[in-house]
């Protein structure tokens, strides 16, 4: 268990798009920010990425075992559930919440029959039936061209990492086929996670950058924030991210924390109606704006940097028993696990030009580095940047306790100048890419893969 005095490794991972401290701060919160503007847009947003290669040794180290650590072991055979098809929906199947001994589909159809989530360990049954929840979503409700209904089902009493094949019913018809899923586990498997924030104006940078991460298998995706540019609405939604990444969807559960983009647009309402989050805040009004998961021997938080009230409560107000900080405590004084990976979407520690959060460093990273953690991811600024470790606003070393902080904000949005700074260790503002991180034992490998797939920096984190 963590705790002021013992050190285990933390990650944290930061999305690009929190309200700044920085000159700024008065353009976030206006919304004149102008990130959905600065990339090389494509009008061909709804490319579908079916053409793309599903090749690769899926690690994030490049050794081509699929494994992290070089001797291939570790990462189970996939399972054989068919060809997948989901023709005719209008959203996709996507993976949300998915632990040890449940998962939950979502998708939407323009039909709005009676929908049935099926669940097996082969595909060739014995199968499981679950209800699916439906709502219907009207035109003057998304600003979409067509009424449609969404549903999410829940399978539950599934067994710790085991993969399960599903497929989607409709009025007693198949609409969704040869999918397939893993539960999160429990042991110490290695756990393979891709990040990236900052991607969504639908541009051919993202679109090149989606190509190069289907070609790699992972177990997590966490999207660091600002994934529908300009404004959050439900078109962008669908046309910036659930047409892009769809076959990355229906397979890898996505873990997303909202971005200054994605609050525009009441408040990040129709990311809280898209998404299905664990609930677990200390005040039922912040539900699905912060929440933590475990897979492995990785503890995973998502924080809200967004919310003012929060925010200020975080740096002005430590007493109130229903702000974020105080539910971060409770959760970080429970966690058990060697390693915590927590990732909201504005950077305590960025070279770029709108300077680093100092709400989120003065707020934030003292309670971060108190539990002993040891990356923190960001979004936000649209380049990628790696630092040295910091503790106390200052260098320092792993065995003092030091954290590793990264800017992952170069997903597909035009880039911008970053120049380094006294705490960089390693910074790029000229390629589109992703972070590929394994985290394995008591090393983090990890890499940077650009969307012509060259490795733009590689990396290992020890923790033991």
């Not at 996507?94 to 097996?120: I, K």
């Not at 990628?384 to 597909?412: A, D, Q």
Request: hydrophobic share 30%.
């Amino acid at each position: 268990m963590h705790s002021a005095s013992s050190y285990s490794m933390v990650v944290v991972i930061c999305a690009a798009t929190l309200i700044s401290c920085s000159d700024n701060a008065a353009d976030e919160a206006s919304g004149s920010d102008s990130d959905s503007g600065s990339g090389s847009s494509s009008t061909d947003s709804t490319t579908s990425p079916s053409d793309t290669s599903t090749t690769g040794d899926g690690d994030g180290d490049g050794d081509g075992d699929g494994d992290g650590d070089g001797d291939g072991d570790g990462i189970p055979e996939r399972i054989d559930c068919g060809t997948p098809s989901y023709a005719g929906l209008r959203r996709a199947p996507y993976l949300q919440s998915v632990a040890p001994s449940s998962t939950r589909v979502a998708w939407a159809s323009e039909t709005g029959g009676v929908a049935t989530l099926h669940v097996a360990e082969s595909k060739d049954g014995p199968w499981m039936e679950f209800a699916a929840t439906p709502r219907v979503f009207e035109v003057d409700y998304t600003g979409e061209e067509v009424d449609y209904t969404a549903y999410d089902a829940t399978a539950d009493g599934l067994q710790p990492g085991t993969q399960y094949c599903y497929e989607i019913h409709e009025d007693g018809d198949p609409v969704a086929t040869g999918l397939w899923f893993e539960t999160a586990w429990t042991d110490d498997r290695a756990v393979r996670i891709v990040a990236l924030g900052d991607s969504g104006n639908a541009s051919a940078e993202q679109l090149a950058v989606r190509d190069r991460m289907l070609e790699r298998d992972f177990d997590v995706f966490l999207h660091l924030g600002d994934m529908a540019y300009g404004d959050g609405t439900f078109p962008e939604f669908k046309e910036r991210v659930f047409d892009v990444y769809t076959e990355l969807l229906h397979k890898t559960p996505t873990w997303p924390t909202m971005g200054n983009h994605e609050y525009k647009t009441d408040n990040g309402q129709p990311y809280l109606d898209l998404y299905y989050m664990p609930e677990v805040t200390l005040d039922p009004a912040h539900a699905e704006r912060y929440y933590s998961f475990d897979y492995g021997e990785v503890h995973f938080i998502s924080l809200e940097t967004n919310d003012l009230p929060l925010i200020t409560a975080v740096a002005l107000d430590q007493t109130s028993d229903i702000t974020m900080l105080d539910w971060l405590r409770e959760d970080l004084a429970q966690n058990d696990k060697p390693w915590t990976v927590a990732f909201f979407h504005h950077p305590p520690y960025t070279s770029s030009e709108r300077d680093p959060n100092f709400l989120v460093r003065d707020g934030l990273v003292p309670i971060l580095e108190e539990w002993g953690v040891d990356i923190v991811l960001a979004g936000h600024d649209h380049h990628y940047e790696r630092t040295v470790p910091l503790e106390g606003n200052g260098p320092s070393t792993k065995e003092e306790g030091g954290i590793y902080y990264f800017v992952v904000g170069n997903g597909g949005a035009g880039l911008r100048p970053a120049d380094g700074d006294w705490w960089t260790a390693e910074v790029n503002d000229e390629q589109h890419g992703y972070l590929s991180l394994r985290i394995e034992g008591c090393t983090a490998y990890g890499e940077v893969v650009t969307l012509d797939g060259e490795i733009l920096d590689s990396f290992e984190l020890p923790d033991c």
